[in-house]
């Protein structure tokens, strides 16, 4: 019996591959953070993979807010 989906982290890399389009189009800074949102995406695969969400964009938006938030957290730490 074979998968019957590919794996998260090969999605993670198809939904990469299908927003070059929109990578191309953003300015420079932009593309540096667009970027970094995919990395941050990367970094929590084992959390998607838990999600077995059949659309794996909303995982991968999770965890890229999830990273946001945790950056913003500890930039108000240092602030205070």
Same mark, same amino acid.
């Given at each position: 019996?074979?998968?019957?989906?590919?794996?998260?982290?090969?999605?993670? !890399? =198809?939904?990469?591959?299908?927003?070059?389009?929109?990578?191309?189009?953003?300015?420079? /800074?932009?593309? %540096?953070?667009?970027?970094?949102?995919?990395?941050?995406?990367? !970094? =929590?695969?084992?959390?998607?993979?838990?999600?077995?969400?059949?659309?794996?964009?909303? /995982?991968?938006? %999770?965890?890229?807010?999830?990273?946001?938030?945790?950056?913003?957290?500890?930039?108000?730490?240092?602030?205070?």
């Amino acid at each position: 019996m074979g998968r019957t989906i590919s794996p998260y982290s090969r999605q993670i !890399l =198809q939904i990469e591959d299908s927003l070059s389009e929109f990578r191309r189009a953003l300015r420079k /800074s932009d593309k %540096l953070i667009f970027d970094d949102l995919m990395r941050n995406a990367k !970094l =929590q695969v084992q959390a998607g993979v838990m999600a077995a969400h059949p659309y794996p964009i909303d /995982s991968m938006l %999770l965890t890229m807010m999830i990273e946001l938030k945790k950056e913003i957290s500890e930039l108000k730490s240092k602030m205070k």
